[in-house]
């Protein structure tokens, strides 16, 4: 709980100030080694982030939405190409796939999970479809054994958005190790932060990697040896320091965040009006949010009360991505999409959280209800 009484959607300070010492020294150690870009920090990341992962390649890059731009490019998607996306997703999901000259093509979702849903994939396919994009929304796994299947049965490539799943598992696999590749962020509020932008791609495959290395440095395998149009994309060594002090207590904190949206399911329970998260026996759900549903139109009434009483909330996402000014002249009616972004409300959540502050966030939203 923050210092004023409020309750905000995410408190670092208790990881901040248990971290100190460790993120201090690995700060020292960087400004102390005059090596500020790539070496041996990022290599040391990419390392050991590879070893958690269980993929043969981690290439470090600058942001979540630049790990989703070089992967698509590294696995030849481009001009022409059609790439199947959710529209209930941060907008970069799709606007990574409009940047590499591909056309996202949006697909409906499972109303339980958030995530695309395989059937509505299908009905998407044409024959200029190469890709396709699912997103763990919220920390939850999609349904990666029939999105491989339909990918293996239409020769298609598979990307996994994993910006809000680091560390989330499906089948006893890591999130980001089944597809062809896996775009993470390190967005400071991620389940695995960076204290700036940062990002990576996860990958089996030795020519992807090799082209996202060439990729995330100007085009070049060897300075100022250019070999295609690349980006300035590196992973900042300071971040990638900090990252590695994190990773070593990643899976400590996605069990607080899953024993927090345990106590949440058990204070809910007899609270009407309010759908719980749904979660599989086969996942890992790692609860980068924890997200309920308000039905019957008052989702919005609820959250100004909640604000009211100083509990932080957000919506994500009001507006789905197929219905935005870039996207809406495609025409798409997705009504599962559009009926989850009117009655989604994500509570206040990190792996330090105090029962006695749920216990606030409980009964303020008993209030709100009413």
Do not use: K
């Given at each position: 709980m923050s210092k004023t009484g409020k309750i905000p959607m995410l408190d670092l300070s208790v990881e901040i100030e248990a971290l100190w010492d460790e993120i201090n020294a690995a700060v020292q150690r960087v400004l102390r080694s005059g090596q500020f870009i790539m070496g041996p920090e990022v290599e040391g990341f990419e390392r050991e982030a590879a070893e958690y992962l269980g993929v043969r390649h981690a290439v470090g890059v600058n942001s979540g939405t630049d790990a989703l731009v070089i992967a698509l490019r590294a696995l030849g998607i481009g001009s022409g190409d059609e790439v199947i996306v959710p529209s209930f997703t941060f907008f970069a999901t799709a606007e990574a796939v409009s940047l590499v000259g591909a056309t996202p093509v949006f697909a409906?979702?499972?109303?339980?999970?958030?995530?695309?849903?395989?059937?509505?994939?299908?009905?998407?396919?044409?024959?200029?479809?190469?890709?396709?994009?699912?997103?763990?929304?919220f920390g939850q796994a999609v349904q990666m054994d029939r999105i491989r299947a339909i990918a293996r049965d239409n020769r298609l490539v598979v990307v996994e958005d994993v910006a809000q799943a680091f560390g989330g598992e499906y089948r006893g696999r890591k999130l980001g190790s089944i597809g062809d590749a896996g775009a993470f962020s390190f967005f400071p509020s991620k389940n695995l932060g960076a204290y700036g932008d940062g990002g990576l791609i996860a990958t089996d495959d030795d020519d992807v990697a090799e082209q996202a290395r060439m990729l995330r440095t100007h085009g070049a395998k060897k300075k100022y040896h250019n070999e295609t149009i690349g980006y300035n994309s590196r992973l900042d060594a300071l971040q990638a320091a900090i990252l590695r002090v994190k990773l070593a207590h990643i899976d400590e904190w996605n069990e607080g965040r899953r024993a927090a949206a345990r106590r949440y399911g058990e204070m809910l329970a007899d609270v009407s009006g309010v759908e719980t998260p749904y979660e599989a026996s086969h996942i890992r759900h790692v609860y980068h949010q924890y997200t309920v549903r308000v039905r019957d139109g008052g989702r919005d009434a609820v959250r100004e009360r909640l604000a009211e009483a100083g509990v932080g909330t957000m919506v994500y996402y009001p507006v789905p991505v197929h219905l935005l000014p870039v996207y809406a002249a495609s025409g798409y009616e997705l009504p599962a999409t559009e009926a989850a972004s009117g009655e989604v409300l994500s509570l206040p959540i990190w792996p330090q959280m105090a029962r006695t502050v749920q216990e606030q966030v409980v009964d303020s939203l008993r209030e709100a209800l009413k």
């Open positions: 409906d979702i499972d109303p339980r999970t958030y995530n695309v849903a395989p059937e509505r994939i299908e009905e998407r396919i044409t024959s200029r479809t190469r890709a396709i994009l699912p997103v763990h929304l």
